[in-house]
């Protein structure tokens, strides 16, 4: 038997790495690694939710599910953009 597992993935991905990519401009010191550490501590924050259609996620979720979810991808985002500037910073005066 042959298994595939190509389209499994955590749903959060693509949502978290569009997020730090719309946001990249905004933050012109980041260099594309912060921006990687970025999308690290965002996901982190996040539980992990695995899907192989992310359609088949938001079909069933309802409203109030997505609202969370673009909440607590809001939040997770700011988190990032932040800890990972306090902590090149803080490397920076060290």
């Known amino acids: 038997m042959v298994f ?3 389209q499994v993935h ?7 790495f569009e ?3 719309s946001r ?7 260099t594309s690694d912060m921006l990687a550490d970025v999308a690290c ?4 924050r996040l539980p992990a939710r695995y899907v192989r259609h992310d359609v088949d996620l938001m ?3 309802t409203e109030s599910e997505r609202r969370a979810i673009e909440s ?13 500037g ?7 005066t060290t």
Not at 41 to 44: E, F, G, I, Y
């Open 4 to 6: 595939d597992f190509e």
């Open 10 to 16: 955590n749903y959060y991905e693509r949502l978290v």
């Open 19 to 21: 997020g730090v990519a």
């Open 24 to 30: 990249a401009e905004a933050y012109p010191g980041f």
């Open 41 to 44: 501590v965002a996901l982190n």
């Open 59 to 61: 079909f069933y979720l």
């Open 72 to 84: 607590s991808l809001e939040e997770v985002l700011q988190f990032g953009f932040r800890f990972v």
């Open 86 to 92: 306090e902590r090149v910073a803080k490397k920076s």
